[in-house]
């Protein structure tokens, strides 16, 4: 069954602590890509990787890092200096080229609070 | 500065009508431009990408229009149903992006039985 599998659904982070989102995908897509939604917003970029252990900051990038170890697997951290992390974090990745070039798919999406 | 406007925010709308939901892009080199559809608290699911070379795409009820030179974009959905109620959001992929989409606000759209 493909698709991309976000883990945990929802995450609680406390004061001053690091908290890393999972995102696996079993699509053999080459670029994966990590989106965060407010409410009544659309989707902005934080990070995004187009091949393996090449990664670049998106248009919100501060606070977060990213890694790409392996082409199924892009992590995201949000650091204790993301002063505002509570928000809904969506993971997607797209095929490589041809017609259905960019066309992503999304995870279920992770809601990080903050306690 | 490459921009992509949702309007209306929020739309709602008795069963059975047809309606139209528009996006605005402020740069016409577009790649492509993808319409999605986000139920509450859910990821999002691709609905209709139109290629900057084609006018439209249909997928049953839905319809996508493409308009370059003025930059817009209309999803129509006919003979709407309270299953069509969700979040919809039109995202702009433009060329040289290096895969980066430009997303709009959303239009929640309400379907009442």
């Known amino acids: 069954d493909g698709g991309i599998t976000q883990s945990p659904k929802y995450l609680f982070r406390k004061e001053g602590q690091n908290v890393t989102l999972s995102c696996e995908q079993n699509?053999?897509?080459?670029?994966m890509y990590w989106y965060r939604q407010d409410p009544g917003q659309g989707l902005r970029l934080i990070y995004y990787s187009q091949i393996v252990n090449d990664f670049q900051k998106g248009d919100i990038a501060e606070g977060y890092s990213v890694s790409r170890e392996k082409k199924e697997s892009f992590p995201l951290t949000v650091t204790s200096a993301q002063k505002n992390p509570t928000a809904f974090y969506l993971c997607?990745?797209?095929?490589?080229?041809?017609?259905?070039?960019?066309?992503?798919?999304f995870g279920a999406g992770t809601r990080l609070s903050v306690l | 500065k490459q921009e992509v406007t949702q309007i209306p925010a929020a739309l709602s709308v008795p069963e059975g009508e047809n309606l139209v939901l528009n996006c605005s892009f402020t740069?016409?080199?577009?790649?492509?431009l993808q319409w999605f559809r986000q139920d509450p608290g859910k990821g999002l699911t691709s609905l209709l990408l139109i290629q900057s070379s084609q006018r439209e795409q249909t997928s049953g009820r839905l319809n996508a229009s493409l308009d370059k030179s003025s930059g817009r974009s209309t999803l129509y959905i006919a003979a709407s149903q309270p299953g069509d109620s969700a979040t919809y959001l039109c995202a702009v992929y433009y060329s040289g992006n290096t895969g980066k989409l430009i997303f709009g606000q959303g239009t929640t759209l309400q379907v009442k039985p």
């Open positions: 997607a990745s797209s095929s490589p080229g041809g017609m259905a070039k960019n066309i992503q798919y």
């Open positions: 740069d016409s080199a577009i790649y492509n």
């Open positions: 699509l053999n897509h080459d670029a």
